[in-house]
Nanobody
Framework: QVQLVESGGGLVQPGGSLRLSCVAS????????MVWYRQAPGNQRELVAR???????NYADSVTGRFTISRSNAENTVYLQMKSLKREDTAVYYC????????????WGQGTQVTVSS
């Protein structure tokens, strides 16, 4: 079955960096668009970044220029490099996949907690 396992979160000071990883299994990773979402307490889950099968990317306005999404098809892994972190980036971060219609169609995992605080 499809599995998505996130890791790499933690506590970081404002201005710091983190790199999140998401290892996928149970399906043909290469052909799917992969996405990172986040959910802060009391907020809805929001899209952070997307990377399609060709490597094209797009980002939420709030993270453009600070976050970079990438993928390794050889390792069935999608990454989110986060720099210049702000307190408002504090959230649980999740990865998932999109089908050809742009719909989420993978399971939501446990996510990985990112806390930006001094």
């Amino acid at each position: 079955q499809v599995q998505l396992v996130e890791s790499g979160g933690g506590l970081v000071q404002p201005g710091g960096s983190l790199r999140l990883s998401c290892v996928a299994s149970g399906y043909l990773f290469d052909i799917y668009t992969m996405v990172w979402y986040r959910q802060a307490p009391g907020n809805q889950r929001e899209l952070v970044a997307r990377i399609d099968s060709s490597g094209s990317t797009n980002y939420a306005d709030s993270v453009t220029g600070r976050f970079t999404i990438s993928r390794s098809n050889a390792e069935n892994t999608v990454y989110l490099q986060m720099k210049s972190l702000k307190r408002e980036d504090t959230a649980v971060y999740y990865c998932n996949r999109e089908n050809w219609r742009g719909q989420i169609n993978g399971p939501w995992g446990q996510g990985t907690q990112v806390t930006v605080s001094s």
